[in-house]
C-alpha cells in the first residue's frame, strides 16, 4: 500500500526540505563546538534554500496527501511571509543572544522547526493536519520563549505560554472532535461536501467551529484569549518575541482564513457575529490596554492584539460572497505591512534593550532623534505604518482591510475600526513625543544587523507604499482553494 | 524624469529637491536657512511658471497628469494632479507664504535649523499636493502627510507645551480624516473609481447617501477649518507652534478645509450640500461671533489672533454655502486674504515675542513710541484684518456678504439672518483688533523692559513688505484675482443650481 507519493513529496518540497535541513541542523549543532556562527549562517542558508524553492514553485495549485496538504497561491503567499520572518529573525538573533549571553546553537533549529509548522499550518487542509501543525509551531515556541534559562520572567514566560498553550490546544482537538462528529470527516474538502448534502445534527458543526476559533483565537492573541500575550512577549527574549509576534500570527490566520473561508462558509450566520464581537473587543481592548503600558516591549505586544484584531475584521466578512475574495487578499496584505513593521520596531527596541529585560520603558527612549537619527526616523516610519498614516504600507493595508469589510456591509464595524486606529495613534505619536521630542542620553548598542534590518524594513515600509500596485495584485491572486 | 518635467508634479515635489539638498549639507546652520529659502523662492518661481501657463479663460481643470498607478486587486487609483480656478490661488498663496515664513525664522529658530527646514519643506510639498491632486486616494495621502512635518514642527520647536498641542492636533485632525477615508472608500467601491473629475461627471449618488457621504468628508474638512465647535484643537496648536509654523497653519493649513468643501463636497454631494446649506451656514455664524467674542477676552496676543481666525474661517464657510457666485468668490479670496493678514500677524506677534519672550497684553503698552515702524506696520495690518475698505479684507467680507444675501430668501441659505450676524461679526473685529493696537501701541510705555526696544530690523520688513503690497493690491483692485477663479466658480455654481431643482 501506497502512503504518498513522489509527487506529494514535489508538492509539499519547500516544507520537507525545511523540515529535514532542520533534522541535520540539530545534529550539527550538537558537534559544532566553538564555532558559534556555524549553525546561523546555515540555518539562513536553509530558509533561503527554502524561499528558493517557493519561488520556484509560484502558481502551483496542487494537493497532496490525500487532499490533507494544499499547495495554493494562498499558502506561497503565506510561506513567503513566514521564511522572510525567519530570515529577519535570525539576522536579528544573532548578535543579540550574545549580547544577553544566551546564545545556544539549539535556538536556530527550534526556530526552523518552528517555521516548518508554521508552514505546514498554512498548507492544512485537514483539521488532523491543522493540529499536527499548531503542535509542531508551538512546542519550539514554549522553549524558545523560556530559552534564557536562569532569568525567571523568560522561564515564567515559557511555561505560561506552554500551559495556556497546551490548553488550547485542547479546545482545537475538541472542536475538531465535534466537526468529525457532525460530518464524519476530518477533511476541509469532506466538510463542505457533508455540510451541502445536509447534516443531521448541524449544531454540533456550529459548536466545533466554534472551538476551533478559541484554539486559533488563542494563537493570533484575539480578545478573550489574549491574556497570555504582554507577559509572554515581554518575559521572552526580544528575538523571540518578534519572531513569535509575526511568526504565530502569520499561521493562525493562514489557519483560521483557510479553515473558515474553504469550510465554513455554509454556518457563516451563526459564527459571524461571533467574530464580530471577538473582532469589536479585540480592536478597542488590545488599544485601550495598550495606552497604560509605560514599558515599549509590552506597549508593542498589547498593540499586536489590536492588530490581530484589524485581520480579524477582514474575516468578519468572510461568509459574504462578494467580500469573500477580498477578505483573503486584505489580510493576507495587512500581515505583508505588519510584518515589516514589527521586525523593524522589535530591531529598534533590541538596539536600545541593555542587558535582558532593561532599556525598554518609554523614557529609555528619549533622546533618540538626537543620539541616533537614523533608528529614530526609522521607528517613526514603523510607528507610522502601525497608526495607519501615509505614505506607509501600514495605510494601504488599512485601506484594503477597510474596503473588505465595507463590502462586507459591516460599516459599523469599520466605524469601530476607524475608532481603534485613532487611539492606536495615540500611542505610537506618544514614543515620537518622547523620541524627538523629549531631552536624553539613550544608550543605543550599534550592531550592524539591527541598524541593516531597521533601515530595510523601514525603506521597503515607504517604497513598497509607492509601488504598491504590483503587492496588491500579488496578494490579489494569493487565491483560496475554494472545494 | 519625465515624471518630474510635468509642470505640476515639478511645482509640488520642487521643496523634495531641497530636502535632499539639507540632508546632504550636514548641520550647517546658516547654509541650511539660505539653502531653504533659495528652495521656496525657487518654487514661488515655478508657481509663477504654473501661472503663465494657466489659461483663466478655461473653467476645467488644466496642466493634467494623469498616470495609472495601483490598478490590481480591484483598484482603480490614479496618480492624477491637475490646477483650475479654484485652487490656483491656494497654489500661489502656498508658494508665496513659504519663502516668508522661512524668513521669518532667521533667528526664531537657532536649534536644529537643518531638521526644521527639512519639515518645513516637506510641509509645503504636502500641501501643494493636496491642492493640486485630483484623485481621492492620493489627495488623502497628501492631507494626512502634512500631519507629519506639521507635527514635528509644533513638538520640537514649539512653546512650554508643546507637545501636548502636538499630539492633540494630530489626533483630532486624523479622527475626521479616517471617516473621511472610509467615505472615499465607498465611493471608490460603489463607483469604480477614486478620480475626482470622474466621480463628479458620474454623479448619481443617491441623496439619502450624499447626506451621509458629504458628513463624513466634511468631518474632516471641518476640523482643519476649523469650525465652531470643531475648534478647540486650533488655539493650543497656535499658541505653542513657532512663528513660522503659526504663519503656515493659520495661512495654508487651515485653508485646506475650506478648499476640501470647495472642491470635494460640493460638486460631489450637490444635494447633500443644498439640503445642509443653511446648517453650515448656521454653524458659520455662530463661528464668526463666537471667535470674535472669545479673541476680545484673550489676554495673550497670540491667543487672540488664534481666535479670530475661528471668526474669519467662519465668513469662508458662510461665503461657501452660500451655493452662489458670488459668496463662492468671496470665500476663496477671503481665503487668500485671511492667508495674508494672519500670516501678517503671527509675524508682528512673533516679531515682539523673540524681543521680549512674552506675549500678554499687559507687559506691553506704548510700543508706538518705542517702535513706531513696528507700530504702523501692525496698524495697517490690524485695518487689514479688520475690513477697512481700501484693504483686502474688506473685498473679500463684502463679496461674502453680497452672496449671502443674495442667497436669503429663496436661496441657499433662506434667511437674511446669516447676513445680518455675520455683518455684527465685522464689527466685533474691529472692537478686538482695536482693543489689541490700543493696548499694546497707544498710551505711555507702561514697562520698563519695553523702553530698550530696537524696531525692525531690514530683515524684518523685507519680510513683511511682500504681504504689505498684497494687502493693498487685492483691497484696492481685485479684478484680476477674481478673474483668475471667475470660470471654475461659474462652472460648479451651474452643478449646484442643477442639484438644488431636483
Known amino acids: ?483 | 524624469m519625465e515624471f518630474l518635467l510635468q509642470p505640476l508634479n515639478l511645482l509640488t515635489f520642487f521643496p523634495v529637491l531641497g530636502v535632499l539638498v539639507l540632508l546632504f549639507l550636514g548641520k550647517r546652520d546658516g547654509l541650511s536657512r539660505w539653502v531653504a529659502l533659495a528652495t521656496s523662492l525657487l518654487t514661488f518661481g515655478v508657481s509663477l511658471w504654473v501661472l503663465g501657463m494657466f489659461n483663466a479663460e478655461n473653467p476645467n481643470l488644466q496642466l493634467n497628469f494623469a498616470y495609472d498607478w495601483i490598478q490590481a486587486a480591484g483598484w482603480n487609483i490614479r496618480y492624477s494632479m491637475g490646477i483650475d480656478g479654484l485652487s490656483i490661488l491656494l497654489v500661489l498663496l502656498t508658494t508665496f507664504l513659504s519663502p516668508i515664513a522661512i524668513l521669518s525664522t532667521w533667528h526664531a529658530v537657532e536649534e536644529r535649523v537643518r531638521d526644521f527646514m527639512i519639515f518645513f519643506l516637506l510641509l509645503e510639498m504636502g500641501m501643494l499636493g493636496v491642492f493640486l491632486a485630483q484623485d481621492l486616494f492620493l489627495f488623502y495621502i497628501f492631507w494626512e502627510f502634512t500631519l507629519v512635518p506639521m507635527y514635528f514642527l509644533i513638538g520640537i520647536w514649539g512653546g512650554a507645551q508643546r507637545m501636548y498641542a502636538a499630539i492633540k492636533f494630530f489626533l483630532y485632525t486624523m479622527a475626521g480624516s479616517i471617516l473621511m477615508l472610509l467615505a472615499i472608500l465607498w465611493l471608490g467601491i460603489n463607483q469604480g473609481t477614486f478620480h475626482l473629475p470622474d466621480l463628479i461627471a458620474m454623479g448619481g449618488i443617491p441623496p439619502e447617501v450624499q447626506f451621509w457621504l458629504f458628513l463624513a468628508f466634511a468631518a474632516a474638512f471641518a476640523i482643519k477649518v476649523p469650525m465652531w465647535p470643531l475648534h478647540s484643537w486650533l488655539p493650543d496648536a497656535h499658541v505653542q507652534a513657532p512663528t513660522a509654523g503659526s504663519v503656515i497653519l493659520a495661512g495654508v493649513l487651515l485653508k485646506m478645509g475650506t478648499y476640501g468643501f470647495l472642491r470635494f463636497n460640493l460638486p460631489l454631494f450637490p444635494q447633500a450640500a443644498v439640503q445642509l446649506a443653511p446648517a453650515m451656514a448656521t454653524l458659520a455664524v455662530i463661528g464668526i461671533v463666537y471667535g470674535a467674542i472669545v479673541s476680545y477676552s484673550q489676554k495673550d496676543v497670540k491667543k487672540l489672533v488664534a481666535y479670530s481666525s475661528i471668526s474669519h474661517l467662519g465668513f469662508v464657510m458662510l461665503g461657501l454655502f452660500a451655493l452662489n457666485a458670488q459668496g463662492i468668490e468671496g470665500a476663496i479670496l477671503q481665503m487668500v486674504n485671511h492667508g495674508i493678514s494672519t500670516g501678517a500677524l503671527f509675524l508682528i506677534v512673533g516679531f515682539i515675542y523673540e524681543r521680549r519672550h512674552t506675549r500678554e497684553f499687559s507687559e506691553f503698552g506704548g510700543l508706538w513710541k518705542v517702535m513706531p515702524v513696528y507700530a504702523v506696520l501692525a496698524l495697517i495690518v490690524s485695518l487689514s484684518s479688520m475690513g477697512l475698505p481700501g484693504l483686502n479684507g474688506f473685498v473679500g467680507e463684502f463679496t461674502i456678504l453680497l452672496g449671502a444675501w443674495g442667497a436669503g430668501e429663496g436661496g441657499a441659505l433662506g434667511s437674511v439672518w446669516f447676513t445680518v450676524f455675520a455683518a455684527l461679526g465685522v464689527i466685533l473685529a474691529a472692537v478686538y483688533m482695536l482693543y489689541m493696537f490700543q493696548k499694546m501701541f497707544l498710551g505711555p510705555v507702561t514697562v520698563k523692559a519695553n523702553e530698550a526696544l530696537k524696531d525692525l530690523t531690514w530683515r524684518e520688513i523685507a519680510v513683511m513688505v511682500p504681504l504689505l503690497v498684497l494687502i493693498f493690491w487685492i483691497g484696492l483692485y481685485p479684478k484680476p484675482f477674481f478673474a483668475l477663479m471667475h470660470p471654475a466658480v461659474e462652472q460648479l455654481v451651474t452643478l449646484l443650481q442643477a442639484a438644488a431643482i431636483h
Open chain 1, 1 to 483: 500500500m501506497n502512503f504518498f507519493s513522489s509527487a506529494d513529496l514535489i508538492t509539499a518540497l519547500p516544507l520537507v526540505f525545511l523540515t529535514v535541513w532542520a533534522c541535520i541542523l540539530l545534529l550539527v549543532a550538537a558537534f559544532a563546538g566553538q564555532r558559534q556562527g556555524l549553525v546561523p549562517a546555515l540555518s539562513l542558508a536553509g530558509l533561503l534554500g527554502t524561499a528558493y524553492l517557493l519561488v520556484s514553485q509560484m502558481g502551483l495549485q496542487a494537493d497532496a496527501f490525500g487532499g490533507m496538504f494544499v499547495t495554493d497561491g494562498f499558502s506561497t503567499f503565506i510561506n513567503i511571509v513566514l521564511i522572510l520572518g525567519g530570515v529577519l529573525s535570525v539576522a536579528l538573533s544573532y548578535d543579540y543572544l550574545k549580547r544577553m549571553e544566551i546564545a545556544k546553537p539549539e535556538y536556530y533549529v527550534l526556530m526552523l522547526f518552528s517555521i516548518s509548522g508554521m508552514m505546514l499550518m498554512a498548507s492544512a487542509a485537514d483539521l488532523i493536519v491543522v493540529f499536527l501543525a499548531l503542535e509542531l509551531l508551538s512546542i519550539p515556541l514554549y522553549v524558545l520563549a523560556g530559552i534564557a534559562r536562569g532569568n525567571l520572567r523568560s522561564e515564567e514566560a515559557g511555561l505560561k505560554y506552554f500551559l495556556l498553550g497546551a490548553f488550547a490546544s485542547g479546545f482545537l482537538v475538541y472542536g475538531i472532535a465535534l466537526v468529525y462528529g457532525a460530518t464524519g470527516t476530518t477533511l476541509l474538502s469532506g466538510v463542505v461536501a457533508a455540510a451541502s448534502a445536509g447534516l443531521e445534527y448541524p449544531i454540533y458543526l456550529v459548536l466545533g467551529a466554534g472551538l476551533i476559533l478559541v484554539g486559533l483565537g488563542f494563537k493570533v492573541a484575539a480578545v478573550p484569549f489574549h491574556m497570555w500575550t504582554p507577559d509572554v512577549y515581554d518575559g521572552s527574549p526580544t528575538s523571540v518575541t518578534a519572531f513569535m509576534a509575526v511568526g504565530a500570527k502569520a499561521a493562525g490566520f493562514a489557519a483560521l482564513l483557510r479553515i473558515f473561508v474553504s469550510a465554513f462558509p455554509s454556518i457563516s450566520e451563526q459564527i459571524t457575529p461571533v467574530l464580530y464581537v471577538m473582532c469589536a473587543a479585540t480592536l478597542i481592548i488590545g488599544n485601550l490596554l495598550a495606552i497604560v503600558q509605560s514599558n515599549v516591549k509590552r506597549m508593542l505586544a498589547y498593540s499586536s492584539i489590536s492588530h490581530a484584531g484589524f485581520i480579524l475584521m477582514a474575516l468578519v466578512a468572510y461568509g459574504n460572497d462578494a467580500a469573500r475574495f477580498d477578505v483573503v487578499s486584505s489580510a493576507l496584505f495587512y500581515l505583508l505591512a505588519f510584518t515589516f513593521a514589527s521586525f523593524g520596531s522589535w530591531a529598534v527596541v533590541m538596539s536600545l534593550e541593555k542587558s535582558l529585560g532593561r532599556g525598554l520603558e518609554f523614557k529609555d527612549y528619549a533622546g533618540l532623534f538626537r543620539r541616533s537619527p537614523g533608528l529614530a526616523m526609522a521607528m517613526l516610519v514603523f510607528m507610522l505604518s502601525f497608526a495607519g498614516v501615509p505614505p506607509t504600507l501600514g495605510f494601504a493595508g488599512k485601506f484594503y482591510l477597510f474596503r473588505a469589510v465595507l463590502e462586507g456591509g459591516y460599516v459599523w464595524l469599520a466605524i469601530v475600526g476607524v475608532v481603534a486606529s485613532l487611539i492606536s495613534a495615540y500611542y505610537y505619536l506618544r514614543l515620537i513625543v518622547v523620541m524627538f521630542m523629549q531631552e536624553g542620553e539613550p544608550e543605543v548598542a550599534r550592531v550592524p544587523a539591527l541598524g541593516i534590518t531597521a533601515a530595510v524594513t523601514a525603506v521597503a515600509s515607504v517604497v513598497l507604499f509607492i509601488f504598491s500596485g504590483p503587492l496588491f495584485a500579488w496578494a490579489s491572486q494569493a487565491l483560496l482553494r475554494i472545494f
